[in-house]
């Protein structure tokens, strides 16, 4: 059974910290890439971040460049999302997604496997 298992949301106030993580199992880890998204309330998901480490491919959406960091320990299957200087504008729930390259456009089409989702909060 293919599983993404997000943790590590939570309340955290303006300027905090979380850090993310995607836990994979039931496929092949090392053949996908790992991106995460997000959806606020009363808007459309968004891509966010992206990590390839097939073919060392790293991306990040313009309004966390800078304050988010994605990484991955391919040993444990689980790819993180180290979020820096959070504003109430990152509040969300996000999304760990499995698709077979990192899509500069974050096209939802091209995503095999999703996880449940973990919430953000930042207050401001």
């Known amino acids: 059974e293919v599983q993404l298992v997000e943790s590590g949301g939570g309340l955290v106030q303006a300027g905090g910290s979380l850090r993310l993580s995607c836990a994979a199992s039931?496929?092949?880890?090392?053949?996908?890439?790992i991106g995460w998204f997000r959806q606020a309330p009363g808007k459309e998901r968004e891509g966010v971040s992206c990590i390839s480490e097939s073919d060392g491919d790293i991306d990040y959406v313009a309004s966390v460049k800078g304050r988010f960091t994605i990484s991955s320990d391919n040993a444990k299957n689980t790819v993180f999302l180290q979020m820096n200087n959070l504003k109430p504008e990152d509040t969300a729930v996000y999304y760990c997604?499995?698709?077979?390259?990192?899509?500069?456009?974050?096209?939802?089409?091209?995503?095999?496997?999703w996880g449940q989702g973990t919430q953000v909060t930042v207050s401001s």
């Open positions: 997604a499995a698709s077979p390259f990192c899509y500069s456009d974050y096209d939802e089409d091209e995503v095999n496997y």
């Open positions: 039931g496929f092949t880890f090392d053949d996908y890439a």
